[in-house]
């Protein structure tokens, strides 16, 4: 079996940690029982682009209870999780391409391992696979019945390429459905942002003034979070009505050139690109943190910076840079710019990966029941998956609601007649 991934005899560790998600993880346990009986995925070859954690190694474990082919490249090269890499090929029988701290070409190369699969099903966070498959690995792209898009960013660019009549074959954004994004860009990112943040730095949130720059799903989650343990927290947004959501949630609305003067730490949210950048570092105090918990590096405009400062001390502590500005003050860099959660922590807990990655099975068996019969489009996750998720998870965590009476569902038929 080929792969590459950093130390097999890291597999004990990796091991532990992967059953120790799986016991948070009950939704995706279920599933991956009655594949393992139905076989919905038989024969069948799929690449993963996702980051290489517990929770990822659990999903893969259900695709191939399914009777799926999988092998794993990484869709970050920090989010490794090389002890989970080494069990996933030794314990689980899963090839996997990743090393944590790859290079450029090698996380290249790895995407192309994953390639060389020939997968009929591919998995990405960030649409890498996609990309490919629609650059310099075309031939590829004719045997896809469908591509599941795990992020924001992804399913950006995928819009994008749908919009431009470039999209080959047809993908699912699994990022849009209520049971991913509601939960995991929210609960997990807000929770693991601030634990990655932590664990770099082992600062005190309590009275810190915290600017979150972006108030979607992530931002909401981080800023509600950040402030829940007694930071101050200040919201920088482009979107007026976000912004007004901000406001009246209670936080201080400001641009970020007002924020940079005031903040002592930055964490940027947004699937945009240089939203703190060169003005922004000369106007911060002395000793500010930045931080991404965005997609891509790209939030924090870091050859901007490497040009203000007259020294870098790298790795003043795992996780931080020292940038010492030509004015004398100094900016930590956390996680060289890269998702932070991932980087410095674990990434999101397993609980809420569970609604995530059950999502993502559930897709992977209704693409192949449709098989050539999905339009070339970018689509939404069906609401009977949505409910089908939420309802287990409900059940797992021993919680019951109410069911519409006879009345109730007659009465909803028709108020739209007003009485
Ligand atoms: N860290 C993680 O584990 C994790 C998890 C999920 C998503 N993500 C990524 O986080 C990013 C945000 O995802 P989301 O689901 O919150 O997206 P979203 O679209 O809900 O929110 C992004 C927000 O940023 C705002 N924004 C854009 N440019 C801005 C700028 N220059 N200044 C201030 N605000 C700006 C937008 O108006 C929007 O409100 C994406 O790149 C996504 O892929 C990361």
Known sequence: MKHDVADLSLAVGGKKRILWADNDMPVLALIRKKFSQSKPLKGMNISACLHITAETANLARTLKAAGANIVLCASNPLSTQDD????????????????????????????????????????DDGADLVNELHTRRTKGAGRILASMEETTTGV?????????????????????????????NRYGTGQSTVDGIIRATDLLMAGKKIVAAGYGWCGRGFAMRARGM??????????????????????????????????????????????????????????????????????????????????????????????????????????????????????????????????????????????????VAVHDVPVQIEQQVSRLKLKSMSIDIDKLTAEQVEYLATSSEGT
């Open 156 to 184: 950006i660019r995928l819009r994008a390429m749908e919009k431009a009549g470039l999209l080959r074959f047809p993908v699912i954004a699994v990022n849009d459905a209520a049971t991913k994004h509601l939960f995991d």
């Open 84 to 123: 989970v890499a080494a069990s996933l090929v030794k314990d689980f029988k899963i090839p996997v391409f990743a090393i944590c701290g790859e290079n450029r070409s090698t996380y290249y190369k790895h995407i192309n391992q994953a390639l060389d699969h020939k997968p009929v099903i591919t998995f």
């Open 230 to 375: 007694g930071a101050i927290v200040i919201v920088t947004e482009i979107d007026p009505i976000k912004a007004l959501e901000a406001a009246m949630d209670g936080f201080q609305v400001c641009p970020m050139a007002e924020a940079a003067k005031i903040g002592e730490l930055f964490v940027t949210l947004t699937g945009n690109k240089n939203v703190i950048r060169s003005e922004h570092f000369r106007l911060m105090k002395d000793r500010a943190v930045v931080a991404n918990s965005g997609h891509f590096n790209v939030e924090i405009d870091i050859p901007a910076l490497r040009k203000l400062a007259k020294r870098i001390n790298r790795q003043v502590r795992r996780h931080v840079d020292e940038y010492v500005l030509k004015n004398n003050k100094r900016i930590y860099l956390l996680g060289d710019g890269r998702l932070i959660n991932l980087a410095a922590a674990e990434g999101h807990p397993a609980s809420v990966m569970d609604m995530s990655f059950a999502t993502q099975a559930l897709e992977a068996e209704y693409v192949t029941k449709r098989k050539g019969k999905l339009a």
